[in-house]
Each structure stands twice: as C-alpha cells, then as structure tokens.
C-alpha cells in the first residue's frame, strides 16, 4: 500500500477522508463512524480547542476510555497544533490532581461520566485548565473556560511535540518525555511495512490507548493504514473472543494478562482471522504462549519496546512458538546494543544492559538533566532492561535492572503506592515492590509496618479511593521492622 505522506499527525484524518471517506473507521458501541465523518468531528474539537485560544504546542490532556471519541479528540488537538497527555481514565482525583500539575495542562479533554470527579479536583486548583467535554455522540462542548495556553513552541511540522507523557525508573522520580510527529510518523511507517498493513485490515483496539500499546501500535497505525479499530473500553474476554470471531479482526496487540486469560478461557473461539499478534510490555510466558497456540491456532510475537524509544524490535520469524522468549530482531533503522558492565558491546550469548538508538526515540528528558546523564550515552538510550543477543542477532530480554513494578503493561510507581498507604493513621512504614503473577507480569505487593491494629483489606480499602485499581497491592505484608542498612538504606533484596 502507499503509506501517507504527510508530516504532522493532524494532517492524518482529512488524508484519510479524502482517500476514502466511506471506509469504516471506527466501529464501536456507538455505531460505525467512516473517515469522512470521524475527521469531521476531530474538526469540531479543533475548533473547540482554537476558540479557546490553544496555542500551538499548549499542553493538552486526553482522558477518555477506549472509543470513537478518543480517536476524534486526539486527532482534533494534533489538527488544533497542541500537544497531547493521556491520562488514564481509571485515575482517581490524587492522580489527576498530581498529573494536571506536573503537565501544565492548559486543557483537560474529557468524557460526560468523569466531569463530576475531574470538576472537584479543578475547583480546588489554583490555576485550573479549561475543561472540554467529547461525547460519544460526536458533540464537543467547552464547560470551563479558564486560564489562557501556555507560551507557544516555535517548531512546526515533523519537529513539533505531539505526545507528553510520563514514565519512573527505580529512583520513583517521575521523567517526563515529549514525542515528536515525525518521530511517531516513522514509528508507524516501520509498523505498518513490518506487519505488512492495509486498510482491509481490522484492529482490535483492546489495550488502553492511553498506553503505548494500544495508542501508537493499535489506534494509530490504524488509522494510519487507513484499516478499520475495534475499541473495546474494558477487558472482557468473551466480548474479545465474540468480537475477534465475528467481525473478523486480523490484529490484535496485547499485554501478556490478555493473552494469559484468553488461553485459560474454556470453550471454543474461532480466532483464525487474526494474522498479526503480538503482546507486549512485559514477557509473555511460555507455558501461555503454549496454551494460545493449542486453543486458538495462533502464534503469539514478543514485541519489545519502551515509551522512550518507541517499538524496538518483534518476534518475525515463522514459527515464533520455536523460540517464544525471543523479541526478535530490530526494525528496519533501529539499533539494539547490548552491554556489558563496563559500556562496551557483550559477546553473544552473554547478558548485559539493553541500549537503543533509533529515529523514533527521545534523546533526552524534558527538563530532566540528571536523568538524561544517567540514562542516554554515545546516541544510545540505556533502557536498564537486561538482554543477550544470539549470533543472529535475536534478542531476548532477561530481566530489569529497575525497580518499576509491570503490572499487565502498566508501570506502577512504587513511591506513588507508599504514598497513598503512609496515609493511613496506622502505618508506620511501607515499602512496595513487584512480585511475580501468574501471568507473567508482576502484581504490587506491600510489605507494611503498623503502628496500630491493622489488616490486609484495610489497607486495600485504604488505597482504593487514592490510586488507580491496578495500583492496588495485590499482596499485603506485615512485619515488625524493615531490614536497614547502618546507612539507613531499606534492603529490598531482602524482602
């Protein structure tokens, strides 16, 4: 297929439509939604977000499920020359609070069913954004007109921020990493020539789009071929398999617990469509990938990638159950260094630090200078992941050298859970750590140390109202000290 030749996302949809705007788009709960229509409606927020004085490169935040309208805001602030922060819809105010701070958002785009929550945390606020509501409906409506954008960025085309967003590393210090529209436009381009992509193609779009993986790998290189996204707000696994089988979807990215539960899912599921899956953000186990083969008959890809760098590398071989722990050799353009302890180049077959260089890649931290010192050398971004490379040279990831917990392909903060539980009155010290799932990812385990009566689940009742749900320990803890060093350090390791 010819893939579009344009140099800003926003110019994407109105590509579209006028290549074909009777294709289907989008078809979710809402109904189907061509690309005539879709580009009309991220026209609509545009509007919006001009009327509001949106300077270019202003900050905007994007907090919506899974749907239509996602797509259509999306598209309507890169069209409106802002750049976009996903925020997770399952945030509670703590976290919308924190992240609306820390972003400089000047807008918060969001759904009908949040404008209660998110209005408390901006009516506490000194400076709060404005606040634009996108229905499902294909309305946009500005219900809070507040302070004016941000100072304008002077880049425009290729070179202009798009996506703003956030990732931790064993420090819990929140780093924040802007991506360009032509670092994400190359991104797709190798995507879609990699997986062979064209608009005949169907999408489902079950990761959260407010993730990597179900933003850039799922709804925009579908849109981005010009193929048709399924949106699915929540994981259910019959709804998936029923949606697979019916509508015929050929590509579905994943995270390992997807994968997981659908390979233990009993009953038969016609999944033959599917001709691109892969999972990604944690390693997906063996004994799953196994599983999903004999179930289903599909083989699924390990696919390496990070938010700093983009995708990575994928699993291409033609028989990738042959070797499942491998995430494969690199795109076309991208480099995959590993090192050994003093810097320099393992040999293969021997473990070191994984580093990246790559077009699509950030090459440093906004306004973050320690962690770029720490974390980019020599062109290469030190991804503190743990590899060896064969004489081929296939990659396959061994282990982390970071402290974040991957929870289903969502990055936990450990600092972030401490926080929310040395709330409690009865909590006299905490320390949170990955342990692993079942799945193959990790789940939050606590370990507590209180200062009073104190049990598991009022921990966890606790947290729920503070953090997000899959923030919440899994495992709860107790002991009568933590392990110290004489310098006061907490021993992780031996805990």
């Given at each position: 297929?010819?893939?579009?030749?344009?140099?800003?996302?926003?110019?994407?949809?109105?590509?579209?439509?006028?290549?074909?705007?009777?294709?289907?788009?989008?078809?979710?709960?809402?109904?189907?939604?061509?690309?005539?229509?879709?580009?009309?409606?991220?026209?609509?927020?545009?509007?919006?977000?001009?009327?509001?004085?949106?300077?270019?490169?202003?900050?905007?935040?994007?907090m919506l499920p899974n749907s239509a309208a996602y797509v259509a805001a999306?598209?309507?602030?890169?069209?409106?020359?802002?750049?976009?922060?996903?925020?997770?819809?399952?945030?509670?105010?703590?976290?919308?609070?924190?992240?609306?701070?820390?972003?400089?958002?000047?807008?918060?785009?969001?759904?009908?069913?949040?404008?209660?929550?998110?209005?408390?945390?901006?009516?506490?606020?000194?400076?709060?954004?404005?606040?634009?509501?996108?229905?499902?409906?294909?309305?946009?409506?500005?219900?809070?007109?507040?302070?004016?954008?941000?100072?304008?960025?002077?880049?425009?085309?290729?070179?202009?921020?798009?996506?703003?967003?956030?990732?931790?590393?064993?420090t819990g210090a929140p780093k924040r990493i802007v991506r360009t529209h032509?670092?994400?436009?190359?991104?797709?381009?190798?995507?879609?020539?990699?997986?062979?992509?064209?608009?005949?193609?169907?999408?489902?779009?079950?990761?959260?789009?407010?993730?990597?993986?179900?933003?850039?790998?799922?709804?925009?290189?579908?849109?981005?071929?010009?193929?048709?996204?399924?949106?699915?707000?929540?994981?259910?696994?019959?709804?998936?398999?029923?949606?697979?089988?019916?509508?015929?979807?050929?590509?579905?990215?994943?995270?390992?617990?997807?994968?997981?539960?659908?390979?233990?899912?009993?009953?038969?599921?016609?999944?033959?469509?599917?001709?691109?899956?892969?999972?990604?953000?944690?390693?997906?186990?063996?004994?799953?990938?196994?599983?999903?083969?004999?179930?289903?008959?599909?083989?699924?890809?390990?696919?390496?990638?990070?938010?700093?760098?983009?995708?990575?590398?994928?699993?291409?071989?033609?028989?990738?159950?042959?070797?499942?722990?491998?995430?494969?050799?690199?795109?076309?353009?991208?480099?995959?260094?590993?090192?050994?302890?003093?810097?320099?180049?393992?040999?293969?077959?021997?473990?070191?630090?994984?580093?990246?260089?790559?077009?699509?890649?950030?090459?440093?931290?906004?306004?973050?200078?320690?962690?770029?010192?720490?974390?980019?050398?020599?062109?290469?971004?030190?991804?503190?992941?743990?590899?060896?490379?064969?004489?081929?040279?296939?990659?396959?990831?061994?282990?982390?050298?970071?402290?974040?917990?991957?929870?289903?392909?969502?990055?936990?903060?450990?600092?972030?859970?401490?926080?929310?539980?040395?709330?409690?009155?009865?909590?006299?010290?905490?320390?949170?750590?990955?342990?692993?799932?079942?799945?193959?990812?990790?789940?939050?385990?606590?370990?507590?140390?209180?200062?009073?009566?104190?049990?598991?689940?009022?921990?966890?009742?606790?947290?729920?109202?503070?953090?997000?749900?899959?923030?919440?320990?899994?495992?709860?803890?107790?002991?009568?000290?933590?392990?110290?060093?004489?310098?006061?350090?907490?021993?992780?390791?031996?805990?």
């Amino acid at each position: 297929m010819t893939l579009p030749e344009i140099d800003s996302l926003g110019a994407l949809l109105a590509h579209q439509a006028e290549a074909g705007a009777d294709q289907v788009a989008v078809r979710d709960g809402g109904g189907d939604f061509h690309y005539g229509e879709l580009h009309e409606w991220s026209e609509e927020v545009a509007e919006c977000l001009r009327d509001l004085g949106l300077a270019r490169g202003a900050r905007v935040a994007l907090m919506l499920p899974n749907s239509a309208a996602y797509v259509a805001a999306f598209f309507g602030v890169a069209a409106a020359g802002g750049t976009i922060a996903p925020f997770n819809p399952r945030y509670r105010e703590q976290e919308i609070d924190y992240y609306l701070e820390a972003s400089g958002a000047d807008v918060l785009v969001l759904s009908p069913d949040l404008t209660g929550m998110a209005g408390d945390v901006l009516g506490r606020m000194e400076k709060p954004p404005s606040l634009v509501v996108v229905t499902g409906d294909g309305r946009c409506d500005v219900r809070r007109r507040e302070r004016g954008s941000s100072e304008a960025v002077q880049a425009s085309g290729a070179d202009a921020p798009l996506l703003h967003q956030y990732t931790s590393g064993s420090t819990g210090a929140p780093k924040r990493i802007v991506r360009t529209h032509g670092q994400l436009l190359w991104e797709l381009g190798r995507l879609a020539s990699t997986f062979e992509l064209d608009p005949d193609d169907r999408f489902l779009g079950a990761a959260p789009f407010t993730h990597v993986n179900g933003l850039v790998r799922t709804m925009l290189t579908s849109m981005f071929v010009g193929g048709t996204l399924y949106p699915v707000p929540d994981f259910q696994r019959g709804r998936v398999l029923g949606l697979i089988g019916e509508e015929r979807l050929t590509y579905f990215g994943g995270v390992p617990t997807m994968f997981a539960l659908l390979a233990e899912t009993r009953g038969h599921s016609d999944l033959g469509s599917l001709r691109v899956a892969f999972s990604s953000s944690a390693p997906l186990l063996p004994e799953h990938q196994r599983l999903f083969l004999e179930h289903y008959g599909v083989s699924i890809r390990q696919l390496y990638g990070s938010t700093e760098t983009g995708t990575i590398s994928v699993n291409r071989s033609e028989r990738p159950e042959e070797n499942p722990e491998s995430v494969g050799l690199p795109l076309d353009g991208v480099r995959v260094e590993v090192l050994d302890e003093a810097g320099q180049p393992a040999s293969d077959g021997s473990e070191g630090e994984v580093a990246i260089a790559s077009p699509c890649a950030i090459t440093a931290y906004d306004g973050n200078p320690e962690a770029t010192a720490t974390s980019f050398r020599d062109g290469l971004y030190l991804s503190g992941d743990l590899g060896r490379k064969d004489s081929d040279g296939q990659l396959t990831l061994t282990g982390r050298k970071k402290f974040m917990i991957n929870r289903g392909g969502y990055k936990v903060n450990p600092l972030e859970v401490e926080r929310a539980i040395l709330s409690h009155p009865r909590v006299a010290a905490v320390v949170v750590l990955g342990a692993p799932s079942a799945h193959g990812d990790e789940v939050v385990r606590a370990v507590v140390v209180p200062n009073g009566d104190l049990d598991a689940e009022a921990v966890v009742e606790h947290c729920r109202p503070r953090i997000a749900d899959f923030k919440i320990p899994a495992k709860v803890e107790f002991r009568d000290e933590l392990p110290t060093s004489p310098t006061g350090k907490i021993l992780r390791s031996q805990l």
